[in-house]
């Protein structure tokens, strides 16, 4: 966490509930822009993408929020709500109430999802967009899934689908199962780091966002997003964008690469050490990568 630059942490009300939000820097140095942070999971909190915090001393403000029904957001128990357009309406709420008018919008896994969009509906302000560690097509994300699950070893995948078959997911052996694939595909760095392993405390405690969009776990899609696909419209983006992923990612380089070539004159990077945290397992490079970026959008 931050403790030299000034933060300041408050709440927006969306919908009758209080929607967290945390600001680091005071302002933007002539030129510059703010950073605004979408978070992964569906419903895993921003804690993970603490080392983003580091921008703001490039002269510019980072704006994180718990998306609600996660975090420090109130956490409303109705299943129902959570959908995608409610995600949507939630950032441009977030946005006005902040002040945003100009700004960057980087999102990270599910949030790259919500931030692409949120980019279709043709907001006004949008400096750029950074897609780090996300995907286009579902269908394409169960096919890639399915081939680095193929990769885990034969008692592994048996333990997996047995689970799955009998409806038995939450049983300690399939999470045994899930954390093999997790070490390879969501971060190589062990120990897992503070940021992270203080989002997956809050992410526990309350899943049912995640259970009902994405599903049992990340390679057993059975929620509403099943069959989420923006891969045809990504033309409609206008805006300079860079998309990031790592060489050992669950978002694998074939998932951001098509990201890549839907969106006219994008940027593509991959991170040769790094799978999908590579903010955590290649820090420095990534802010280098990041800040590169924005200043040559603005």
């Not at 950073?35 to 002269?59: K, R, V």
């Not at 971060?187 to 897992?192: E, F, I, Q, S, T």
């Not at 599903?215 to 998309?243: K, M, Q, Y």
């Not at 940027?267 to 945290?277: D, G, L, Q, T």
């Amino acid at each position: 966490m931050n403790t030299e630059m000034p933060t300041h942490e408050g709440s927006v009300l969306f919908r009758g509930y209080k929607v967290w939000y945390r600001i680091v820097g005071e302002r933007e140095t002539p030129g510059k822009l703010p950073l605004l942070c979408l978070h992964g999971g569906p419903g895993f909190p921003h804690d993970y993408l603490e080392p983003l915090e580091a921008i703001a001393a490039t002269g510019r403000r980072v704006i994180f929020y718990d998306q609600l029904g996660c975090g420090n957001s109130d956490q409303p128990h109705d299943p129902t709500m959570w959908t995608v357009p409610l995600f949507v309406e939630e950032l441009g709420v977030i946005r006005r109430a902040l002040g945003l008018e100009r700004v960057h919008l980087l999102g990270q896994s599910w949030g790259g999802m919500l931030a692409m969009e949120y980019a279709l509906t043709q907001p006004a302000g949008l400096a750029s967009l950074i897609l780090a560690d996300s995907l286009a097509s579902m269908p394409l994300w169960v096919t890639e899934i399915n081939r680095l699950r193929a990769q885990l070893p034969p008692d592994v995948q048996a333990t997996l689908r047995q689970h799955e078959d009998a409806g038995t997911t939450d049983d300690p052996a399939y999470q045994e199962g899930m954390t093999v694939f997790y070490r390879r595909h969501i971060c190589r760095l062990d120990p897992w780091p503070d940021p992270l392993n203080r989002a997956l405390e809050k992410y526990v405690q309350n899943q049912q966002v995640y259970s009902t969009m994405w599903g049992a776990s990340e390679f057993h899609v059975t929620g509403t997003l099943r069959d989420w696909d923006v891969s045809n419209r990504l033309h409609e983006i206008p805006w300079p964008t860079l998309v990031l992923g790592g060489r050992y990612d669950e978002a694998t380089p074939a998932m951001t690469e098509a990201l890549h070539r839907g969106i006219a004159g994008s940027e593509w990077v991959i991170f040769e050490n790094s799978a999908h945290m590579p903010h955590l397992e290649e820090t420095e490079r990534y802010l280098q990568v990041l800040t590169s970026f924005l200043d040559r959008v603005e």
